[in-house]
């Protein structure tokens, strides 16, 4: 079973930058999909940025250009970097692993078979 652990998460002022990190183990699927999501207090959960096998990266309108995804293959972790952030950042922020059939993409799933615990993060204005 694939292990995520996140990690990276804590209080910022808006305007700030945090990179978060996902070590990921056990990642054995040959095609894969590697995503960070988000929930809000009082909202629904939300993707961030999604990454394939082949370094593909798509966003979520409002964030791209602010956040890069990014995975380390050598080193089994993925990351976030968030830049320029906002209130409205303020989550808890999770990262999963699937598997990817062949021919799709990753962006506009939500389910998928294997998730973190989650960090949190603050964004004071």
């Known amino acids: 079973q694939v292990q995520l652990v996140e990690s990276g998460g804590g209080s910022v002022q808006s305007g700030g930058s945090l990179r978060l990190s996902c070590e990921v183990s056990r990642l054995t699927y040959s095609r894969y999909c590697l995503g960070w999501f988000r929930r809000a207090p009082e909202k629904a959960r939300e993707g961030v940025a999604t990454?394939?096998?082949?370094?593909?990266?798509s966003y979520g309108d409002s964030l791209k250009g602010r956040f890069t995804i990014s995975q380390d293959v050598a080193n089994n972790t993925l990351y976030l970097q968030m830049n320029s952030l906002k209130a409205e950042d303020t989550a808890i922020y999770y990262c999963?692993?699937?598997?990817?059939?062949?021919?799709?993409?990753?962006?506009?799933?939500?389910?998928?078979?294997?998730w973190g615990q989650g960090t949190r993060v603050t964004v004071s204005s």
């Open positions: 999963a692993a699937d598997s990817r059939p062949q021919r799709t993409g990753c962006w506009g799933r939500s389910m998928y078979a294997n």
């Open positions: 990454i394939d096998d082949y370094g593909v990266a």
